[in-house]
Nanobody, 115 residues
Framework: QVQLVESGGGLVQPGGSLRLSCAASGIAFSLYRMGWYRQAPGKQRELVATITRDGTTTYADSLKGRFTISRDNAKNTVNLQMNSLKPEDTDVYYC?????????WGQGTQVTVSS
């Protein structure tokens, strides 16, 4: 059973940083591409970043330079370092992977950027 558990969200002031983590279980983690997505109430879930099994990364154009995705295959975790946060980054952030054409999602972690 694939499980993804996010952590690290919280309240941060504009310009601050947060590091999100996602712990995966039930899969051969090192073999799969992992992704971070985010969603605001009433809006569609949008891609933040992905990382392939060999470490190739992609980012939403608007987030390049501020967010960094990384993975630790020894710990079965994927991380999202978020810097220079803005109020518009306030969202629920989800970890995701696709295994055998099935999408899996974590429960999400709330990030709130506010003074």
């Amino acid at each position: 059973q694939v499980q993804l558990v996010e952590s690290g969200g919280g309240l941060v002031q504009p310009g601050g940083s947060l590091r999100l983590s996602c712990a995966a279980s039930g899969i051969a983690f090192s073999l799969y591409r992992m992704g971070w997505y985010r969603q605001a109430p009433g809006k569609q879930r949008e891609l933040v970043a992905t990382i392939t099994r060999d470490g190739t990364t992609t980012y939403a154009d608007s987030l390049k330079g501020r967010f960094t995705i990384s993975r630790d295959n020894a710990k079965n975790t994927v991380n999202l370092q978020m810097n220079s946060l803005k109020p518009e980054d306030t969202d629920v952030y989800y970890c995701s992977t696709n295994v055998m054409v099935q999408n899996y999602w974590g429960q999400g972690t709330q990030v709130t950027v506010s003074s």
